[in-house]
C-alpha cells in the first residue's frame, strides 16, 4: 500500500525567513496531494492541494510543488509569521475512484519565532 | 457555509462499554470519511462512505464501524472499547461529484478517553 513520508518533524525558523516540508510517497498511481494544517484543538484545515498533471501550485505565501518522477511534493511557506505556527501534514490519494483513504505522513511541527 | 460538525465534542468511557460519535457533513457534501489520530500512530483512515456505502476501510478491527444515512449524516461506533482506543476522532467531508469530488474537509474532532 501508499506510504508518505515527511521531513523534517520539527522545523523552527525566524518571522519573516521561508520554511519547506518534504513529502515522498511510494505509490506511482497516487495522483492528489494535499497539505493540511493543525492548530492546537482543532481539526485539520485544507490549506492548499495539488493534481499529478500540474507541477506547481501557488496560493499567496504557499506554495506546493510536484515531482512525480521522484515521487515527492514540498510545501514552500514565505514570510513566515507567527500564526504559521502549527502542525503540517501532508497526504497521497489515488482519487476519487479509489475511495477517501488518504495517506497522511507523520506530521511537521512548524515554530515560528518572533 | 457551514463547515463539518462533530457531536460530542469530549468523551469520557471506560473499558468495554461502547460509544456512538456523530457527524455532519457540509451541506451538499455526499461523502464521509472517519480517521482516527493518535500521537504514536498519527492520521490514520477507518472507512469511508458514499452515498450511505461504506466504499473503503482501513485496517482497524471490527469493534470499528460506521454508518451513514440518507441525509449524508454519519456515525460511528467503537463497542468493547479498550485504554488504546483513546484517540481524536476525525471526520471529513467531501463533495463526492464534480473537478473537486475528492477534497476532504476535516471537523473539529471528538476527543474520546477511555479510563
Known amino acids: 500500500g501508499e506510504n508518505v513520508e515527511q521531513h523534517p518533524s520539527t522545523l523552527s525558523v525566524q518571522e519573516g525567513d521561508s520554511a519547506v516540508i518534504k513529502c515522498t510517497y511510494s505509490?506511482?498511481?497516487?495522483?492528489?496531494f494535499p497539505w493540511y494544517k493543525q492548530e492546537l484543538g482543532k481539526g485539520p484545515q485544507l490549506i492548499i492541494d495539488i493534481r499529478s498533471n500540474v507541477g506547481e501550485k501557488k496560493d499567496q505565501r504557499i506554495a506546493v510543488t510536484l515531482n512525480k518522477t521522484a515521487k515527492h511534493f514540498s510545501l514552500h511557506i514565505t514570510e513566515t509569521q507567527p500564526e504559521d505556527s502549527a502542525v503540517y501534514f501532508c497526504a497521497a490519494s489515488k482519487g476519487w475512484n479509489y475511495g477517501q483513504n488518504f495517506v497522511f505522513g507523520p506530521g511537521t511541527r512548524l515554530s515560528v519565532l518572533p | 457555509k457551514a463547515g463539518v460538525t462533530q457531536t460530542p465534542r469530549y468523551l469520557i468511557k471506560t473499558r468495554g462499554q461502547q460509544v456512538t460519535l456523530s457527524c455532519s457533513p457540509i451541506s451538499g457534501h455526499r461523502s464521509v470519511s472517519w480517521y482516527q489520530q493518535t500521537p504514536g500512530q498519527g492520521l490514520q483512515f477507518l472507512f469511508e462512505?458514499?452515498?450511505?456505502?461504506?466504499?473503503n476501510k482501513g485496517n482497524f478491527p471490527g469493534r470499528f464501524s460506521g454508518r451513514q444515512f440518507s441525509n449524508s449524516r454519519s456515525e460511528m461506533n467503537v463497542s468493547t472499547l479498550e485504554l488504546g482506543d483513546s484517540a481524536l476522532y476525525l471526520c471529513?467531508?467531501?463533495?463526492?461529484?464534480?473537478?473537486?469530488?475528492?477534497?476532504?474537509?476535516f471537523g473539529p474532532g471528538t476527543r474520546l478517553t477511555v479510563l
Open positions: 505509490d506511482s498511481a497516487s495522483n492528489y
Open positions: 462512505y458514499f452515498s450511505e456505502t461504506q466504499r
Open positions: 471529513a467531508s467531501s463533495p463526492g461529484q464534480g473537478g473537486t469530488a475528492n477534497e476532504q474537509f
